[in-house]
Structures are given as C-alpha cells and as structure tokens.
C-alpha cells in the first residue's frame, strides 16, 4: 500500500525535525498533485496507524490536492487541467501543455501549546 509507506515518512520526517519529543502533534497537512495523487481514506488510516505511539498519535491530517496547470496551444489560456475533461475552457481544443506535476509535501506541522 503506497499509502503506508507515504505515511511512515511523514511520522519520520516530523519526528526527526522537532528537538524536544515532548510536545504533541495537532494537525499535519500535506499537499498533492494530481499524478502523485493518494487515496484520502487510506492515508488517514495509514497515518493514524503510522501515528501510534508517538507524538504524531491524535492528529488530524489534512491533505491538498494541486490541480495541474496547463496551458493552451491554441488560444494561450492557462487553466488547471482537468484530467476527466481534458480541453481548454476557453476554445475547446485539446492541444494543451501540462505543466509538472506538484509533489508531494510535508507542509505543515501544527503543535499542542
């Protein structure tokens, strides 16, 4: 489960940057991109599992999903692109270029005060 293994990192990362192991994690937040997309469910679950026993227990994951970012071939519009819809809004044509995908991030580590 890429889930897991994307949790277990996230425990590591925050543990090995906080100094003093005694205060408590509150709130964690992660960002995404579309490709690097994960499955919400399953991370909660898997960082809630991957949490136990530390200062990590308890807290509540947020994740963002970056939209990806294209560009139109034709027209010049830049848009997020919409994998299930994949056309410029503005003139209908599907030659587009896409932008790198965002990955994913440790971006925010909410302490207990």
């Known amino acids: 489960m890429h889930e897991a293994m994307v949790a277990e990192n996230i425990v590591e990362s925050i543990l090995s940057q906080v100094p003093s192991k005694k205060g408590k994690v509150i709130r964690v937040v992660i960002s995404c991109g579309q490709m690097n997309a994960i499955n919400d469910e399953a991370m909660e679950f898997a960082f809630e599992a991957a949490a136990e026993g530390t200062i990590c227990k308890g807290a509540k994951l947020k994740i963002k ?31 587009v270029e896409i932008g790198e995908d965002a990955p994913l991030l440790l971006e925010e580590i909410e302490f207990e005060e």
């Not at 999903?65 to 044509?93: M, R, S, T, W």
Request: net charge positive.
């Open 65 to 95: 999903h970056i939209p990806l970012k294209a560009v139109c071939k034709n027209c010049g519009k830049k848009f997020n692109y919409d994998l299930y819809e994949p056309q410029c809004p503005k003139c209908g044509k599907s030659d």
